[in-house]
């Protein structure tokens, strides 16, 4: 009413003033009003305030006053719908971010919740995790591993202690460990590994921690970060070096007795007045005396964390053939014939005494576990790395479950027993830890009724690899 007024009183003298239609017409478009009542409005209200100027020019008006009476109401027209458009399109879109902002949030708060309970589980583990970016940087740590981390670096109260400035040691606990050694260091470079035995602190507190890591990789597979898990086993560590005296003294205090009674039944023996059921009864005392020797002796060795290897370039075929000739007496009283088939000569990288030790543990077994009229059977074969020997019986075999526990210490399978095969289940642990320290492999496969197959892999070349 404002402009129709000023622009019909000053018309002559301002004819541009309705122009100022523009100011409502955008007011009532962004309003909130029904959007056919601002449009209504729009139009209506400009075609007013040009009408009385095209009044007047009547009955003879130009095309000019037409022009522009009509021209007014039109472009205010299209402004309030240009507007009304944008308006809608502006109030669509604040309604896709907030609907996105909820979105967001309901994100963050089941993020925050996945934290919760990813930290909740971490802290609850009795292991130490540790995650890390590809610098070495810390990027999680449970609260496990930081509470291990003070204890290692007493001077620090963070937890979060550099790898280089903590006390790590090798398995002698004296020589520390080289920055190329240490677990983070390893596992930044790409390298995945368990079981890795390193010692934390120093003095009384001094911990065995076994350690694990995998690497972490990004979306284009390039090495991200990496995990690595710390286990306490200071406890077991401890109780294997306690057994491991145990039995050494054991085996030390059942020897020289032993030795002794051997030695003054030799002496009985060799005298002449013995009568025969006394040398006979002697007889027995001496062979379950050197059956006892034999005992003492395995026991030392399955104990002792020492057992040395000093490999070098060697012929197995030569360590076959004395083998088969050292049990050939043994086979012949069993009725069992030994069958070779090894290539001559077949070179591998192994301690020729200890690798004679493990065959003629194998033969032993495989003709100790034949009835008689079998065969005991060695074969081998070779590749560029690796050496593989086999040694196949015919004997009484054993079950999935037993052949898969028939490396273990004392273990006896239950044929054995019922059998009564002597025995003390010792021979087989010692044979996988002299092929393990050679950084070979030694498998079982085995079924009832059917013999058992053992296979040895030795490197043929050095070291391999992994070793």
């Given at each position: 009413m404002a402009i129709f007024l000023s622009r019909n009183g000053a018309g002559p003298v301002l004819p541009g003033l309705g122009v100022l239609a523009i100011f409502p017409v955008i007011w009532l478009s962004a309003s909130g009003m029904l959007a056919r009542t601002a449009v209504t409005l729009s139009f209506v209200g400009p075609t007013l305030i040009a009408l009385p100027a095209l009044l007047g020019k009547l009955p003879h008006p130009t095309a000019a006053d037409i022009t522009s009476a009509v021209l007014l109401p039109v472009m205010m027209l299209t402004v309030s719908l240009a507007i009304r458009f944008a308006t809608v399109n502006m109030r669509l879109q604040q309604r896709q971010l907030k609907e996105k902002d909820q979105e967001l949030r309901e994100l963050l708060r089941q993020s925050r919740d996945r934290e919760r309970l990813l930290k909740t589980i971490l802290d609850a583990t009795d292991v130490g995790i540790v995650a890390v970016n590809s610098r070495g940087q810390h990027l999680l740590t449970n609260s496990w591993q930081r509470t291990f981390q003070q204890k290692a670096a007493p001077g620090n109260s963070q937890g979060t202690v550099a790898e280089q400035d903590q006390p790590i040691f090798a398995h002698d606990k004296t020589s520390p460990l080289q920055t190329d050694k240490r677990p983070i260091h390893r596992a930044t470079k790409g390298?995945?590994?368990?079981?890795?035995?390193?010692?934390?602190?120093?003095?009384?507190?001094?911990?065995?921690?076994?350690?694990?890591?995998?690497?972490?990789?990004?979306?284009?597979?390039?090495?991200?970060?990496?995990?690595?898990?710390?286990?306490?086993?200071?406890?077991?560590?401890?109780?294997?070096?306690?057994?491991?005296?145990?039995?050494?003294?054991?085996?030390?205090?059942?020897?020289?007795?032993?030795?002794?009674?051997?030695?003054?039944?030799?002496?009985?023996?060799?005298?002449?007045?013995?009568?025969?059921?006394?040398?006979?009864?002697l007889e027995v005392v001496q062979r379950n005396s050197e059956r006892l020797i034999a005992l003492v002796s395995d026991l030392t060795l399955?104990?002792?964390?020492?057992?040395?290897?000093?490999?070098?370039?060697?012929?197995?075929?030569?360590?076959?053939?004395?083998?088969?000739?050292?049990?050939?007496?043994?086979?012949?009283?069993?009725?069992?014939?030994?069958?070779?088939?090894?290539?001559?000569?077949?070179?591998?990288?192994?301690?020729?005494?200890?690798?004679?030790?493990?065959?003629?543990?194998?033969?032993?077994?495989?003709i100790k576990y034949s009835p008689g009229g079998g065969v005991v059977k060695i074969t081998a074969d070779a590749t560029q790395d690796w050496v593989r020997l086999c040694v196949k019986d015919t004997g009484m075999g054993m079950s999935p479950e037993d052949s898969s526990r028939i490396f273990r210490r004392f273990f006896r399978a239950d044929e054995a027993r019922r059998a009564a095969i002597s025995g003390a289940g010792l021979g087989l642990s010692i044979t996988k830890t002299i092929i393990e320290r050679h950084g070979g492999h030694i498998s079982c496969v085995s079924h009832q009724g059917e013999g058992s197959t053992f296979t040895v892999t030795l490197p043929a070349e050095g070291p391999p690899p992994s070793f």
């Open positions: 390298e995945s590994f368990a079981d890795y035995l390193v010692w934390f602190g120093e003095g009384e507190s001094q911990r065995a921690v076994s350690t694990a890591a995998r690497p972490l990789m990004d979306d284009d597979g390039e090495l991200a970060g990496a995990v690595i898990v710390y286990t306490d086993v200071t406890g077991l560590v401890e109780a294997l070096a306690a057994n491991e005296e145990l039995v050494s003294n054991v085996s030390h205090e059942f020897r020289t007795p032993l030795n002794s009674i051997l030695g003054n039944v030799d002496l009985v023996l060799e005298d002449q007045a013995t009568s025969p059921l006394s040398a006979k009864r399955s104990a002792s964390s020492a057992l040395k290897v000093h490999p070098k370039r060697t012929d197995l075929a030569g360590l076959v053939e004395t083998s088969i000739g050292s049990a050939r007496a043994q086979a012949d009283r069993s009725n069992i014939s030994l069958v070779a088939d090894v290539p001559s000569p077949l070179w591998a990288y192994a301690d020729p005494l200890r690798i004679g030790q493990a065959l003629d543990n194998l033969v032993s077994n495989a």
